[in-house]
């Protein structure tokens, strides 16, 4: 820690706690209160129950779950395939190329997701790609917004990479795609896991864009808890945001554990 007196780290852990618990932690736990509740009485939710959590894992709900596990999988691995070869492209290029590849993909982070929802909505919804109305303009809109935090994960990875490994493989005869394969990607690895996590969970939040795109047989989840909470449904709707953020936390969790394991390869 850097803070090393007794004295210090107390006052860390006082001012952490004062910032934390009111800016972060007590918004969540009001959700999680509000999802075993039936009324507000006062500050807080009251009337337990858990009538909620059963409709929010079956019928719809658990379709619209479906959906956006579905749908950030998906998202998650087109976007890792393709920030990573982005990256290592880059990464050949030399570092003009290097700016261009970076420009481009940081340009959907820069706007605000609905004009990147509105952007695939006009550009697809004409032949000869009409994807307008399907679940693919949804899974390409997340794809969009998530590729550009894998291409920097990744591209900050290989910024970190020692060469030595490359150049000592290449000075065995080792060919370039064995030198990738082999060497480049599994040293990438941790990284990997990580972007992959990061783009999973941003996938799963997404709202503005998903809005926009949305057909009515393909309802993320964030989509739902939207409505519930717009019809009034206060109470339902938490129990569908404590369901997504579990799941999400789960995910996550895998994930992390994945990354462990691969840093000590």
Request: net charge positive; aromatic share 8%; with cysteine.
């Amino acid at each position: 820690m850097l803070v090393h007196s007794r004295t210090g780290r107390w006052t860390a852990w006082v001012t952490f706690a004062v910032l934390f618990v009111p800016l972060f932690a007590l918004p969540l736990l009001v959700i999680v209160a509000a999802s075993f509740s039936t009324n507000w009485s006062g500050a807080f939710p009251s009337g337990p129950t858990t009538e909620h959590y059963a409709a929010a894992v079956r019928g719809e709900s658990l379709q619209a779950l479906t959906t956006s596990l579905v749908t950030a999988l998906t998202a998650s691995l087109v976007a890792l395939t393709v920030g990573t070869w982005a990256a290592l492209a880059g990464a050949a290029l030399g570092r003009k190329g290097k700016r261009v590849l970076d420009a481009l993909f940081m340009l959907p982070v820069a706007v605000p997701s609905v004009v990147v929802g509105l952007a695939v909505l006009v550009a697809f919804s004409q032949p000869p790609v009409l994807l307008n109305g399907t679940r693919w303009i949804v899974i390409l809109a997340h794809t969009v917004l998530v590729t550009a935090f894998a291409h920097q994960s990744v591209s900050a990875a290989i910024q970190r990479l020692d060469p030595m490994y490359e150049q000592a493989a290449a000075s065995l005869g080792a060919r370039p795609s064995y030198v990738l394969l082999r060497v480049r990607l599994p040293l990438l690895l941790p990284s990997l896991n990580a972007a992959a996590g990061l783009c999973f969970a941003l996938s799963m939040g997404e709202l503005s864009a998903t809005m926009m795109l949305y057909p009515p047989d393909w309802t993320p989840l964030p989509v739902l808890i939207f409505t519930a909470t717009d019809r009034g449904s206060l109470f339902t709707g938490s129990a569908l945001a404590v369901v997504l953020m579990a799941t999400t936390l789960l995910a996550l969790l895998a994930v992390s554990r994945i990354r462990t394991k691969a840093s000590f390869r």
